[in-house]
């Protein structure tokens, strides 16, 4: 049964999305699409038109931003259109952030959920997934679990919505995840936008790929892809680090301002009126 006080009978419906390349839609791609991406809101966006037309969609999520990006370029912004739900991911970035202080992060954390609960939205947070990427990272595990377990009792203590992604186990099948190893491909994304909605009570039909089990590489096999996943992504992000650049410094919101989702044909029809070069592009 779908929660009364998130699809109301009457009333504003107005889903702002939160956050950085989880939130954005990385991994997803779709060219017809603001930023070239497509992503788990935005199919939860669809669904949620589709359950009850009248809902506005908002995404603000921009690849690569930290925690204090979120606060400072989105928290203003989605205060003013007076949501009704809020999905937040943050933090993710500054956990690779090995001079964050993670304490300090999660007290910024608990205080930007404590201002998108005042504003009386359905707010729904997420843990963070354990990815393996390399034994290289193994020794942030530590500091991945110390955010999932301020998150499960931060969304506790303010009665927001859990999406405990930690505990996802389809995720560890590597046809859930993009080629950077790092962002959900289009399988996983659709997963995820299901998990959401669960979790709101929202009806769909989006259900786990039914794959065969993946092929064993073999040796060669797998030092190709270690040698191609090395100069296609981690070469590419030392080098944007040095420069103090990310992937995010020229990107805009790709639904900076609440748009009606039609019912039927979802984004992708009210993108198709928008010429290319668009600001909101």
Request: net charge positive; charged share 30%; hydrophobic share 40%.
């Amino acid at each position: 049964m779908v929660p009364e006080t998130l699809l109301p009978d009457s009333g504003r419906r107005v889903f702002v999305a939160l956050g950085d390349s989880f939130t954005e839609g990385v991994g997803d791609r779709d060219e017809r699409l603001p930023n070239g991406v497509r992503g788990w809101a935005d199919r939860v966006a669809e669904k949620l038109a589709k359950a009850q037309p009248g809902w506005r969609y908002a995404n603000l999520a921009i690849r690569s931003k930290r925690l204090r990006h979120v606060i400072g370029e989105q928290l203003e912004p989605a205060l003013t259109m007076r949501p009704t739900l809020v999905t937040l991911y943050a933090g993710g970035n500054d956990i690779l952030d090995l001079k964050t202080d993670m304490a300090v992060l999660m007290d910024d954390y608990e205080k930007l959920v404590a201002q998108l609960t005042d504003t009386g939205a359905t707010l729904v947070l997420f843990t963070g997934f354990d990815v393996k990427v390399s034994a290289l990272l193994e020794p942030l595990k530590k500091r991945n679990t110390f955010y999932n377990q301020k998150v499960r009792a931060i969304a506790a203590k303010y009665g927001a919505v859990l999406v405990d992604y930690w505990c996802l186990d389809a995720f560890h099948d590597r046809r859930m995840w993009d080629s950077d190893r790092l962002h959900m491909s289009k399988a996983g994304h659709k997963y995820l936008a299901g998990q959401v909605l669960d979790q709101l009570g929202v009806p769909h039909k989006i259900r786990l790929k039914d794959w065969e089990p993946p092929a064993k590489l073999s040796l060669r096999e797998w030092e190709q892809h270690q040698r191609r996943w090395i100069h296609d992504w981690v070469l590419p992000l030392f080098g944007r680090k040095l420069r103090g650049v990310t992937l995010g410094d020229q990107l805009t919101p790709r639904w900076p301002e609440p748009v009606k989702v039609p019912p039927k044909g979802g984004l992708k029809k009210l993108a198709a009126k928008y010429p290319a070069g668009s600001a909101w592009r």
